[in-house]
């Protein structure tokens, strides 16, 4: 039994002998996993002359999810996230956003929604970019700056957390420190690496 007495020959009481089992520190806290965030240049995917986004991306371990996750995201121009009715319009829109970066907000967005779903606590945010990919990554940053991160699933207020970020005005201000309060969560970047920034834009 884990509580009992014992006697001497004498039959004199002894004092109780009490086992107990304390847990040991094994639980500890679970060390956060690193989260990449890559976004190529202007017109760039992997192709037969790839970029340094691309280059980086292939010596990066991706066999372990619970250690390291790495998203890739196709250069402005490539037709991420356009949706064309038909085969011209489809040149169209990647010649028109190769030039004038329209679909920044989708590139933003797509990698907001990543972080949406798998950001934990703890977990160490990094984003990578190269031209108007470091455009992007350095707008993520600031878009996770002034609103926060909104949890999983969430996805109906992204338009309007990106509404709020977009706005520069003091009530813009004060309506997106309002909305991180009230929807989503702080978090901090723990690098930004970003080299040939080109800001040639169209609005964000």
């Known amino acids: 039994m884990a509580s009992e007495l014992t006697t001497t020959a004498t039959n004199r009481p002894q004092p109780a002998v009490i086992q107990t089992s304390i847990p040991t520190a094994t639980s500890s806290k679970v060390p956060g996993r690193n989260l990449i965030l890559c976004f190529d240049g202007t017109g760039d995917q992997y192709d037969q002359d790839n970029s340094n986004i691309v280059r980086f991306v292939q010596l990066l ?3 372990d999810k619970s ?4 998203y890739y995201q196709a250069g402005i121009g490539t037709g991420v996230g356009i949706k064309p009715t038909n085969k011209f319009v489809s040149k169209v829109s990647q010649a ?3 030039a004038l970066a329209t679909g920044l907000s989708i590139h933003v967005r797509a990698g ?3 972080l949406m ?9 990094s984003l ?3 031209s108007r990919g470091a455009y992007t990554a350095r707008a993520l940053a600031g878009m996770l700056h002034k609103v926060g991160l909104l949890p999983a699933y969430n996805h109906e207020q992204v338009p309007f957390a990106y509404k709020m970020f977009k706005r520069d005005d003091p009530e ?7 909305f991180k309060r009230a929807f989503c969560m702080d978090v901090k970047i723990d690098f930004v690496g970003v080299f ?6 169209d609005t964000l």
């Open 196 to 201: 040939d920034t080109v800001n040639s834009v």
């Open 96 to 98: 028109v956003d190769m």
């Open 117 to 125: 779903q798998n950001y934990t606590e703890g977990d160490r945010i």
């Open 61 to 63: 371990k991706k066999d």
């Open 172 to 178: 813009g201000w004060k309506m997106s420190n309002g």
């Open 67 to 70: 250690k390291q996750m790495v």
């Open 112 to 114: 907001y929604e990543f």
């Open 128 to 130: 990578f970019g190269f």
